[in-house]
């Protein structure tokens, strides 16, 4: 085995970990992202329930509007009323008055009607308010636990940067530069087994001249197929 190998595998074995560690942290933000998401639909519901009850509060001043603006009508007719001297007038007046009458009634049935309409609202409103408060409970404690996790991965990712400075430093330059661009292109590892003529990175046989490359430990033997830093497991 050449005398790099061991070296370069305690280096990919931290280098694997970094990789898993900053993909961790880069999950971190989609996760708080998907926590918010959870609060969407609840919100929506306290504001068309908060939208529903100020509407109906509108149908009620307006209707209260009406009534009052009758009530004044009324009382301007029934001045009229006292006032005139006139039997045909004062009939007709008092007709009038009826039919204002008639319609504050009515008008006073539409008022209860919406605030009967209001309370039910309210109702709505106050079960989608609590129905809010604890989703944003729960998501309040994901998010806790999230930055949590965050502090925790950015924490252990220092220490296995540190150490794999620290097994860095020894490793051969040309070595260790050879290792980088395999790793950093492959993605999972740039150096691997042989066992049985077959590399364990690609799953490829190699032909028997590399094979007696990683048997000799003279030089860092490659896989034929994808470049892989190769050592020989008999």
Known sequence: ?????????????????????????????????????????????????TQKAKEIEVKIKGVELEIQTRRNTIKRLGDQQFETRKNDEFQALGVEIKRYESDVRALEDKELEHMEELEAAKAVLKEA???LAATQARVNDELKALAER????????????????????????????????????????????????????????VVSGTIQAARSGEVLAQCDSCGRILYLVE
Do not use: W
Not at 177 to 200: H, M, T, W
């Open 129 to 131: 308010q609590g129905v």
């Open 1 to 49: 085995m050449h005398p790099e190998i061991p070296k370069l595998l305690q280096l990919q074995e931290r280098d694997q970990r970094i990789r898993v560690l900053q993909k961790d942290l880069k999950d971190i933000p989609r996760h708080e992202l998907a926590a918010k998401n959870k609060l969407a639909g609840d919100t929506a519901a306290v504001e068309a329930a």
């Open 150 to 205: 965050a502090d925790g991965l950015k924490k252990r990712l220092a220490e296995v940067e540190a150490e794999r400075a620290s097994l860095a430093a020894p490793v051969d330059k040309s070595a260790l530069d050879l290792y980088a661009r395999i790793f950093a292109k492959k993605g999972d590892q740039a150096v691997s087994a042989l066992e049985n003529g077959i590399c364990g990175g690609c799953h490829m046989k």
